[in-house]
């Protein structure tokens, strides 16, 4: 069922490019997997395509241990289901054998057609998938994502990294621009689809007491902020090609900043949203950059010995329109910290005093996206006992103690967002092309990199 409206899902086929990759395994599987054991998935078909020989049974052997309180009978539904393609991305005569794989399939299981492509490869496939899905019109460019006068869907999914700077997301853009119907692409960022990053815009717009308040007379600083114990877990290769500022501050934690600042969307629907979110991502301006390195990344697996990847990124950006004059966004992200955390903590400015009464802290508004998700507001009380002392004491909402720990995970959101054909979680060309500007002005500031301790707060200075 979609968990709003409570209807069951379309049936559809899932289409893993990259079936074999960590994503697929760690994220993908489970993901339908939950779907079908809350039965909101019932008719569907999964075919798992990736270059090397292998079995639909070993991948999902190894997708396994990443799912929670396995039922042996759901998972019996989600093996009978899956299959495997072997194939090369780059050799065009393997496409229409893709395509009669799936129709053997779909006859298998009685399915009508409708398809989601998710390309879960390294991103440096994806121009050549997109060109050959559209010269063997496999996905195609009708604005209903209709087949040649067909009526079931194809919709395909792009996993972040979406490019590795402008030029290659905006080369990127054009071929799927020239290949696809926009409405049919879905550029994903699994950020959009945590309960919390949700929560940011509406907890904002539908409460009177935060929206006057929410602009640069009441606000001080605004710190994004996305720690991470873990280093880079065997994903050193790709890794010391990006860091932290190409990873994590380009997708989500410019996606969480302008969900944060930006104004009303007129209607809640993609179009708006997208815009909306853009037009901050635009106004973005980078002040400072500090960078950093774990002590040991050098001799990590696959990580060039000489390597100046950073691990840290600590920014200070502002937003150049009249609702943020001022204000810093402190976006801050690194691996092997001393905490995993994901918040925004909004810093109000400080209360006038009354009389001689003075508030000894701000004011804050925390928004914990994890791991302990929930909203905090940082308030004073007076001092029990006393008459005109005041103390901060801290109002908390714990989101998992009122609606239970299984509140869906992000790529089950979104996959349900993809059947249901709903963008607006998904992000629009324009906002991936200005993120990637303000990374390439981050660049721009030459700055040492500093090392730091695993397990630390990160750089020093
Ligand atoms: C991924 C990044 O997109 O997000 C990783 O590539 C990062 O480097 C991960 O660790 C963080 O996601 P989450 O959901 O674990 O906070």
């Known amino acids: 069922m979609d968990a709003v409206n409570n209807k069951p ?52 052997e190894q997708a396994r241990p990443f799912i929670s309180a396995l039922d042996p009978i759901i998972w019996e539904k989600l093996c009978a289901a899956t299959y ?28 009508k057609g409708n398809r989601i492509f998710y390309l879960a490869t390294m991103p ?27 009526e079931p869907w194809a919709r395909v ?78 994903r050193g290769a790709f890794y010391d090609t990006s860091g932290a500022l190409k990873d994590n501050v380009q997708s989500h934690m410019l996606q969480i900043l302008a969900l944060v600042a930006m104004e009303a969307p007129a209607y809640l629907s993609a179009e708006y949203i997208r815009a909306a979110k853009a037009a901050v991502l635009k106004r973005v301006v980078v002040e400072n950059v500090t960078l950093g390195q774990y002590d040991g990344y050098l001799q990590e697996k696959n990580v060039d010995p000489r390597s100046t990847t950073e691990t840290y990124a600590a920014l200070c950006l502002k937003i150049k329109n009249r609702r943020w004059q001022g204000v810093p966004f402190y976006v801050t992200t690194g691996k092997k910290l001393d905490k995993k955390e994901t918040s925004v903590v909004i810093t109000f400015k400080p209360a006038k005093c009354l009389l001689n009464i003075c508030p000894v802290t701000t004011n804050t508004l925390t ?47 979104l996959l349900v967002d993809v059947i249901n054909g709903d963008q607006s979680a ?36």
């Open 367 to 413: 928004i914990n996206i994890a791991p302990n998700e929930g909203l905090f507001l940082d308030l004073h009380i007076k001092t029990p006992g006393t008459n005109n002392h005041v103390q901060p004491i801290s109002m908390e909402f714990c989101h998992s103690c009122l609606f239970g720990p299984n509140t869906p995970q992000a790529y089950e959101v």
């Open 426 to 461: 998904f992000l629009r060309a324009d906002e991936i092309e200005l993120a990637w500007k303000i990374i390439a002005q981050a660049q721009t500031f030459i700055t040492p990199l500093q090392t730091y301790a695993p397990g630390s707060t990160g750089p020093k200075s």
């Open 124 to 150: 440096q496939h994806f121009e050549t998938i997109t060109k050959f899905f559209a010269h063997h019109g496999i996905v195609s460019n009708d604005p209903g994502c209709h087949l040649a006068g067909q």
């Open 9 to 60: 899902l379309t049936e559809c086929s899932f289409i893993i490019m990259g079936g074999t990759g960590d994503l697929s395994k760690r994220k993908l599987i489970p993901a339908i997997y939950n779907l079908i054991a809350q039965q909101q998935l019932t008719t569907f078909s999964v075919l798992l395509v990736a270059f090397s020989a292998t079995s639909a049974a070993e991948i999902l």
């Open 84 to 111: 495997y393609h072997q194939m090369d991305f780059y050799n065009e005569v393997c496409y229409p054998l893709l395509q009669s794989s799936l129709i053997d399939i779909e006859k298998k299981h009685e399915l």
């Open 157 to 234: 999914v792009y996993e972040k990294p979406f490019g590795y700077d402008l030029a290659s997301a905006k080369a990127l853009n054009k071929s799927i621009t020239r290949a696809f119907c926009e409405r049919c692409v879905f550029r994903i960022d699994h950020y959009l689809g945590k309960e919390l990053v949700g929560n940011i815009a509406l907890t904002r717009f539908t409460n009177r007491i935060f929206e006057p308040l929410w602009n640069h007379k009441h606000i001080e600083s605004v710190h994004i902020t996305l720690s991470e114990t873990l280093g880079v877990e065997g």
